[in-house]
Structures are given as C-alpha cells and as structure tokens.
C-alpha cells in the first residue's frame, strides 16, 4: 500500500517519496489513518517496523493547518526515554516537515540548559523531549503547555522500565484535557495498559507482531564459552569472519571501557557509549559508527536504545540481559525494515537462567556454534523451554 492512500496530504508524500519510501509498513498502514481521524491510539510494534513515521506523519498533517505557534507554546509534545531516541524522532520529523512550515526541537539532559530555553522563546511546534528535562523546563516556566493539542509517549515498556512513570503522570497532569493521545510501545502490558487508562479515554489498540517470536529475518545463533575467554572468543570471531562492522551490547560500563581496550590490543577499533559519557561524546562516538569510522561499538542497554542505524548487520551479546524482553529489544536494531540481519550471543554457564528466559520468550532453542580454539571448561546445559528459577517453583 502505497502513502498516498492513507490520507496525508501530497506534501508530506512528497518528502516521504524524496526519501525513497514508497510502500507502507503494516503499522503505517493501520496506524496513520486512525491518527489522522483524531482517535487516540494504543499501538504495539516493534523497532524497525517504521513506527515512529506513523505518528509523526499524521502529526505534521494534522498540525500544518495554518495556525502559528506563540511564544514558550509547544503545540504537539513526543516523550521518548533516551536523548538517542529523541534525536533521531526530532531527525525524522526534520525530513518529513521538509515541505511544511513547521518547526521542532529535540530537548534533552547532559547539555546547555540556557540553549535549549532560548530554542523555546518564539515557540515550538512540535517538541521531542525526555521526561525529567522536560519537567526541569517547565519548572522554570521556558515554555508553557496550554495550547498543547497532541501527546505522543514512544518506547512506552522501556520508559517503565526506567522508572519514569512518576514524570510521566507528572507531565499527564500539567496537559490540556483537551489533547489527542498516542502510545507506542514494543509491547502492550498490564502497566502500560493502565498508563493508557490514565492518560486518554476510548483509545483505539493496534498490534502488529506477534511478541512471541523475533524477527523471522535475523538469523540468531550462540556460542557458549568460560567466562575469562569472552573478549578472545569476540576477537576471533570479528577476526574469522571479517566483521566490519557490529554493535555490541554489555551490562556495566566499567566492563564497556576494558572491552574496547581489550578489542584494540587485538588491532580492532572499537568504541563504547554509556552513560557516564557526556552527550557531545556520545553523540560523536554514534556518528563515526554510522559513518563506516569506528568497527565496533560497545553500548550498554541504556545507552543503546534509540540508535538507529538503517544498515546494521549484527548484533552482538557480549552479557545476556536480565530481562527477555530486553534480548528482542536488542536484536531488534539489525534486520530492520525488512532487512536481513544476525544476531549473536555469547553465553557463559552463569547465563544459563537468562537464556531459558530468552529461548521461552522466542519458543525455541537457539542453534549453537562451537570453535575448536575455545573449548569449555564449564558446559552450558541445554536449555530447558519451561524452566522455571528454584525461587519461583
């Protein structure tokens, strides 16, 4: 299904046609045209399934009505849990509004404050924006939210998990009634069912995957290995295979700074993002990645969500995550919008509860790889679909 039969007006078609879009994604096609009726809108969809142009090609149609924006307004506000995220939303917007007269601006910590208020003194009309900036600012009164008609929260799972959901009510409370609601989010819990409740009435609920399953086009495969052999084990294999380029996720940011210093003994250029690091850093180490500079990028879970690179081919699990859920969450960043992607864990025998997690959540076991150079002192089991920790039999 092409664009122009969803609703939205030929400029914006046109900008999304400069791009080099043509077809819509199932949750552009289902999405945009309830948005555009002026529904509010529960949506689950995962990353990469193009989900932040459903909301904000709507929102540039619905807002490019010819009204202008006063002084410390905001007229349309998009919550996003990191400042990666919000820089790449308010990007997208940037491409999209490129034949409309709208404006917009990513606020966020870790940056000149004074900056930011001066972006907001003649108005804004859409403004992307994390939550605990987002109320820092509005407690020094930079912009006010009465003529605020449009909330969009995005990553709405991973802005629970973050333990932001008291700025958010916060936020939900200094909000005209009078608003439209989006929320996006990879998967739609009993929480975020709540937040919706008290956040909009009568939403209409949109799934698009099945959270069962990862993407079927990300090949997964895991190797398992002793614990003090993990960053030999991640040379050799970047070595072997002639990597160019992969993401690697790690739990803690000390263990993100040996990492990078172990990879470059072994002649591999690797950098890491957490964050202790400040955004003007974070944001340079992202750009070289993105530019072909840096092999390898080393990113706490935290860090990383957000990044959006449209050609990453492999994801590397240097530490399992604690939460399945994280696990789809991570290798959700290759193999997007239909393209072919790996994704690739190593797995240590202290692992073995995060992996029957992970291998439940998918419903099925991961194939495994074995390299006569790293043999196994202390075996991995094979994993058990129904496991169940002692602590919770």
């Given at each position: 299904m092409s664009f122009s039969t969803l609703g939205l007006p030929a400029s914006i078609i046109k900008a999304v046609d400069e791009l080099g879009y043509h077809t819509a994604t199932t949750i552009q096609k289902k999405a945009i045209p309830v948005i555009l009726s002026g529904k509010n809108v529960v949506a689950a969809a995962h990353t990469g399934t193009g989900k932040t142009a459903s909301f904000v090609l709507p929102m540039l149609a619905?807002?490019?009505?010819g009204k202008s924006v006063r002084g410390?307004?905001?007229r349309a506000l998009i919550l996003a849990p990191t400042r990666e995220l919000a820089i790449q939303i308010e990007a997208s917007i940037q491409?999209?509004?490129k034949h409309?007269?709208?404006t917009s601006m990513a606020m966020y910590g870790g940056v000149d404050i004074e900056t930011?208020?001066?972006?907001l003194i003649w108005g804004v009309d859409i403004l992307v924006a994390t939550p605990g900036r987002l109320l820092d600012m509005a407690h020094q009164r930079a912009f006010h939210f009465d003529e605020l008609t449009m909330l969009v929260?995005?990553?709405?799972?991973?802005m629970l998990d973050m333990g932001f959901i008291d700025d958010i009510n916060k936020i939900i409370e200094r909000l005209p009634t009078q608003r439209q609601n989006l929320l996006f989010s990879a998967t739609i819990s009993d929480e975020i069912?709540?937040?919706a409740k008290r956040s909009m009435e009568n939403p209409t609920e949109i799934t698009i995957e099945s959270n069962k399953t990862a993407k079927p086009k990300i090949t997964q495969w895991l190797v398992t290995v002793d614990k003090d052999k993990k960053s030999a084990l991640?040379?050799?294999l970047i070595q072997t295979y002639q990597w160019q380029q992969a993401l690697i996720f790690i739990e803690t940011k000390h263990g993100a700074a040996k990492l990078v210093s172990q990879l470059a003994k072994r002649d591999i250029k690797a950098e890491c993002i957490h964050s202790g690091r400040t955004q003007a850093i974070r944001e340079k180490i992202l750009a070289d990645f993105k530019a072909g500079k840096i092999q390898m990028l080393v990113a706490t879970g935290i860090a990383a969500r957000g990044i959006d690179i449209g050609n990453l081919t492999r994801v590397i699990n240097y530490d399992l995550p604690a939460q399945a859920d994280e696990y789809i969450h991570r290798i959700g960043r290759t193999g997007r919008a239909g393209a072919r992607g790996e994704a690739i864990s190593l797995v240590s025998k202290d692992n073995f509860r995060e992996l029957c997690a992970i291998e439940s959540r998918l419903g099925h076991v991961l194939a495994r790889k074995t390299f006569d150079e790293f043999p196994v002192k202390k075996t991995v089991p094979i994993s058990v679909l129904n496991y169940v920790p002692k602590a919770k039999r």
């Open positions: 619905l807002l490019d009505n410390k307004r905001i491409q999209y509004a409309v007269s709208l930011q208020k001066q972006q929260i995005d990553e709405a799972d991973r069912r709540c937040l991640l040379s050799h």
